[in-house]
């Protein structure tokens, strides 16, 4: 059983309509969709935003449907001046630039028993190489940061690229390397540029949300179909 998360009902509607014919089950206040695609059985759902709806529905994947990998779809935004709109990166590593208890002489997004960088799988990774070379597209890695915060400013955009070396910031990936890593499940995580983190954020995001999203859920459904 492959899973494929995202965030948002718009991150995974383009999913859904490409499967077409999925069963509906309905627990912890979600619903999750399971299908065929190719040979493979997979388990869809959407997560609603932040860091602990994505953390629970991660771990209902894995523990209630079974999934022995994970696939994240989705937006997010730029850190990284050649990401733009529209651009796909995967995440090398993630981590929670909200996780803070630096009053003790510790980093940003370190708290005991866990690393501050969360590292993907690397096969998943290779094999999006091998997927994109052969569609044409540009395909970069880089480091994802995740918070509990649409970030649209400036300033807090500048901080956690400068203090994470962060190529792109949203709200669900770091929390799903967590699950996934402790789970020991094989994860990926794809995110299209919505917009560019900055002023003005959010009246990028309305207006690119569905077209990114749909540019990720794409290329996520290639990446089955080659697993
Ligand atoms: N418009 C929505 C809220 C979107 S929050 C509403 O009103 O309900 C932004 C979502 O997109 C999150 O799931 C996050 O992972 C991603 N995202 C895209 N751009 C982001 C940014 N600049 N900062 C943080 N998250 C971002």
Not at 80 to 85: D, G, R
Not at 91 to 109: N, R, Y
């Amino acid at each position: 059983m492959i899973a494929i998360l995202g965030a948002m009902q718009e991150e995974i509607t383009p999913i859904l309509q490409m499967i077409g014919e999925y069963e509906t089950t309905e627990f912890a206040n979600n619903k999750f969709y399971t299908a065929k695609i190719g040979n493979n059985y997979v388990v869809v759902a959407y997560s609603k935003i932040g860091k602990v709806n994505s953390a629970l529905t991660t771990s209902i994947l894995v523990q209630k449907f079974g999934a022995k990998k994970l696939l994240f779809t989705g937006v997010a935004g730029s850190l990284n001046e050649n990401l733009h709109i529209g651009d796909i990166l995967y995440a090398t590593s993630l981590v929670q630039h909200d996780l803070d208890i630096t009053a003790f002489g510790h980093p940003h997004g370190f708290v005991p028993g866990i690393e501050i960088f969360s590292r993907t799988d690397q096969s998943l990774n290779e094999l999006a190489q091998k997927v994109a070379q052969k569609q044409g597209i540009k395909l970069i890695g880089g480091v994802i940061a995740t918070g509990d915060q649409f970030v649209c400013d400036k300033n807090k955009k500048e901080w956690i690229k400068n203090t994470f070396n962060a190529d792109a910031v949203e709200m669900e990936g770091g929390s799903v390397a967590q699950v996934c890593t402790q789970l020991n499940v094989p994860f990926f995580m794809l995110r299209a540029i919505s917009d560019e983190a900055g002023g003005g954020a959010d009246v990028d995001f309305d207006e690119f949300l569905n077209s990114s999203a749909n540019i990720s859920a794409k290329f996520v459904i290639e990446m089955v179909k080659a697993l």
